[in-house]
């Protein structure tokens, strides 16, 4: 017998796959329970279009409660240094296509409402807030705690936090509540400050606080349950951030590139630290930067309590930063200046002292800023409807000549100015009074303001009758017996609001709510002409 004969280790290899694919079916199906139970991933970095939906569950399977209510500046204890109020001019309003949304904590409904709004405001969730399609795919970047971010030029910002137990098995219920701030990148008012080149605020800055309960069949798969959870919140804060309830669309139409104006390279780096938090890259046609916080007066610094701002100053000062203030220490700063002259960076930083630590704006305003101003002012009068919009968004841009503003304003007066136009017209030094009117019918009409002017609206509208009158799509206030209407074009649909009976701002875009609007529309798809008249119906 040959003793020496080897054993064949085939069958210990099976017996080990074995063991290994039990183990891992066993695992599996734990993953397959747990799957999702912590909320969705938040991975910094914009929004991808490609995403994988995940449909809402039968609502059957769901039992809701939830309410909202405006939140006040004790509420927000968990978004510190948010500011509230609405400092738009006129009908200003920045597009919803270019959004960062931050996530102030890891609890899981935060990332799960940031899911949400992102799915809402890029279109692919069809909500009721967003009854429009916009041509082209708006821009939404995540910022989650300890993310990245991303030198892409942003206006509008949605802050997120969260408290509250979550469900740790499919039979308990979920009740959190979530407050979502949105603010404008805007920055200190410092009369020095070079942000004097940002064109008109376009954001209203609010907050709401949304007080979320459900239970679902234990058949709901946890991603459903957290799709499910996230997106009631989420209609819920738009609806409730929106002017009347509802996003609006771009009336401007701008590219990109106009919006962000034609710099040479892209936004330079900020100066990253781990003391501060930047949340966005700002862009637009004469100025551009970073907006970040420093929270708290002290921070654990390699291993010692330091204070804060020391901390960051110190680490400007090795960036070949020279501050431009004088303090006793830099833990006294109401308001610190710093220049940078190395090429390729950003040459001024300001940080503005707050309750809840700095503000810190990091900015290149643009050498040329007045040559551009002439350029888009020459570009007007040859008929350039971008040009136009820049003028007007740029009439209260304090760092533009007073001979400049007084050119465009005369321009637009000029040349037959649209309702927007007139809006922010009435906002200048030598406001008309016509002006005035329109701007406050304007904006009581689409929620901006509760107050309704006094003055007869027919003097300054376009008094609608039995017979259409043919419109051009730009913005007007029109007359229709009794109802005062804001009529407006977007993407190539008409946008109307107004005022119903019960005093609610209602909305009708392209075929939503259009037949229960209190005007008639028609277009002619020969000559590509539209028509108003007054409407058969009445809301």
């Not at 995403?51 to 409660?65: A, G, I, V």
Request: aromatic residues 6%; charged residues 20%.
């Amino acid at each position: 017998m040959n003793t020496n004969k080897k054993t064949s280790v085939l069958p210990l290899i099976a017996a080990a796959m074995v063991l290994f694919l039990g183990a891992l079916v066993m695992l599996r199906s734990f993953s397959l329970d747990a799957k999702g139970s912590g909320g969705p991933l938040l991975l910094s970095g914009i929004f991808p279009h490609t995403e994988d939906y995940l449909p809402n569950p039968d609502p059957q399977l769901m039992r809701l409660q939830q309410y909202v209510r405006p939140a006040q500046r004790e509420d927000l204890r968990s978004i510190p240094g948010v500011r509230l109020g609405d400092r738009r001019p006129g009908l200003e309003n920045a597009p919803w296509e270019e959004v960062v949304l931050v996530a102030e904590d890891t609890h899981p409904a935060t990332a799960a409402t940031i899911r949400a709004l992102a799915e809402i405001i890029t279109g692919q969730h069809e909500s009721f807030v967003r009854p429009w399609q916009a041509p082209r795919y708006p821009v939404v970047i995540l910022n989650p705690l300890d993310g990245e971010v991303l030198p892409i030029g942003c206006h509008r910002m949605l802050r997120i936090a969260s408290s509250g137990a979550t469900p740790d098995g499919r039979e308990d219920a979920m009740q959190v509540e979530v407050v979502v701030a949105m603010q404008e990148l805007t920055p200190p008012t410092s009369p020095e400050s070079a942000w004097n080149l940002w064109p008109a605020s376009s954001v209203a800055e609010r907050a709401v606080i949304i007080h979320h309960e459900h239970t679902a069949e234990t058949s709901v798969a946890w991603g459903q349950r957290y799709a499910f959870t996230g997106r009631a919140i989420a209609e819920a804060a738009l609806q409730a951030l929106s002017d009347g309830g509802m996003m609006a669309p771009d009336v401007d139409g701008l590219s990109l590139l106009d919006m962000h104006g034609t710099w040479d390279d892209e936004i330079p780096q900020q100066p990253d630290h781990d003391v501060i938090r930047w949340y966005a890259s700002v862009q637009a046609p004469l100025i551009r930067g970073w907006v970040g916080t420093i929270f708290g007066d002290t921070v654990i610094y390699r291993g010692r309590q330091s204070d804060a701002m020391g901390v960051f100053a110190s680490h400007l000062a090795r960036g070949e930063w020279q501050s431009l203030h004088e303090a006793p220490s830099d833990r006294d700063l109401k308001e610190g200046r710093w220049r940078n002259q190395r090429a390729g960076s950003l040459p001024r930083l300001w940080a503005q002292r707050g309750s809840h630590g700095w503000d810190v704006h990091a900015l290149q305003a643009r050498e040329d800023a007045g040559s551009v101003h002439r350029e888009w002012l020459q570009q007007a009068h040859n008929g350039d409807t971008v040009a136009r919009v820049q003028l007007r968004r740029h009439l209260l841009t304090p760092a533009i000549s007073p001979e400049a503003q007084a050119a465009a304003r005369e321009f637009l007066r000029s040349n037959d100015p649209d309702l927007i136009e007139q809006a922010m017209l009435a906002e200048t030094e030598d406001a008309q009074d016509h002006e005035r009117l329109l701007r406050d019918w304007a904006r009581y009409s689409t929620g901006r303001s509760e107050h309704s002017p006094e003055e007869d609206v027919r003097s300054i509208a376009l008094v609608l009758g039995e017979d259409p009158l043919p419109w051009d799509g730009r913005p007007q206030l029109l007359y229709a017996d009794g109802i005062v209407v804001v009529a407006q074009m977007a993407y190539g649909q008409p946008w109307l609001t107004w005022r119903d009976a019960q005093g609610a701002v209602q909305h009708a875009y392209a075929t939503h709510h259009l037949e229960a609007a209190p005007v008639v529309l028609q277009h002619d798809n020969d000559t590509d002409a539209w028509t108003i008249g007054v409407g058969s119906q009445r809301p």
